[in-house]
T-cell receptor, first 112, second 114 residues
Framework: SQQGEEDPQALSIQEGENATMNCSYK?????LQWYRQNSGRGLVHLILIRSNEREKHSGRLRVTLDTSKKSSSLLITASRAADTASYFCATDRGSTLGRLYFGRGTQLTVWP | DGGITQSPKYLFRKEGQNVTLSCEQNLNHDAMYWYRQDPGQGLRLIYYSQIVNDFQKGDIAEGYSVSREKKESFPLTVTSAQKNPTAFYLC?????????????FGDGTRLSIL
């Protein structure tokens, strides 16, 4: 079953605007990761945030984590057409089995 | 350059046929994973291997088999018992097993039924 539930399922914005995607999950976690997938390609790791962290930045990406609400958000600032992709969150469900559980993803379209 | 190579990029299966998808990594990673992705869906774990000569079933292992005889290779066989094999298959690896490790992905194999 899917662990993360991203919303919205689809998001369309203009270049230069900010894009915010959300991920909710049901169980406790040790870590949460965000990935990007361009059409027809494999996933690319973006950011990992641990359960004791509240915010992380990487370039134009900002990830927040609220464990009390069991949710995370991914913010992409000053979006570019090249940011068009699907974005997935993944958690470990607090397990040490060594696997991840992925959500269904948000399809982001950035129009030039 | 280090990375994960999946082959072939496209594969067609006839009824009753087994097909094998290749996954090779030169990242010296211990853990490897196979996922299935259906249109508009997230990734579902088929099998994963934390170390050579060991592997565990994921959430949808029925109709699939794997082997891990070498650290760099984790082939997936889609057997005739898998009645709905049409999907995008992704292989991934991580330096060690664990939810605190980023996974590195290949570019997938798209499998269709003839």
């Amino acid at each position: 079953s899917q662990q993360g539930e991203e919303d919205p399922q689809a998001l369309s914005i203009q270049e230069g605007e900010n894009a915010t995607m959300n991920c909710s999950y049901k169980t406790s976690i040790n870590n949460l990761q965000w990935y990007r997938q361009n059409s027809g390609r494999g996933l690319v790791h973006l950011i990992l945030i641990r359960s004791n962290e509240r915010e992380k930045h990487s370039g134009r990406l900002r990830v927040t984590l609220d464990t009390s609400k069991k949710s995370s958000s991914l913010l992409i600032t000053a979006s570019r057409a090249a940011d068009t992709a699907s974005y997935f969150c993944a958690t470990d469900r607090g397990s040490t089995l060594g696997r991840l559980y992925f959500g269904r993803g948000t399809q982001l379209t950035v129009w030039p | 350059d280090g990375g994960i190579t999946q082959s072939p990029k496209y594969l067609f299966r006839k009824e009753g046929q087994n097909v094998t998808l290749s996954c090779e990594q030169n990242l010296n990673h211990d853990a490897m994973y196979w996922y299935r992705q259906d249109p508009g869906q997230g990734l579902r774990l088929i099998y994963y291997s934390q170390i050579v000569n060991d592997f565990q079933k994921g959430d949808i292992a029925e109709g699939y088999s794997v082997s891990r005889e070498k650290k760099e290779s984790f082939p997936l066989t889609v057997t005739s018992a898998q009645k709905n094999p049409t999907a995008f298959y992704l292989c991934a690896s991580s330096i060690v097993p664990g939810g605190n490790q980023p996974q590195h992905f290949g570019d997938g194999t798209r499998l269709s039924i003839l």
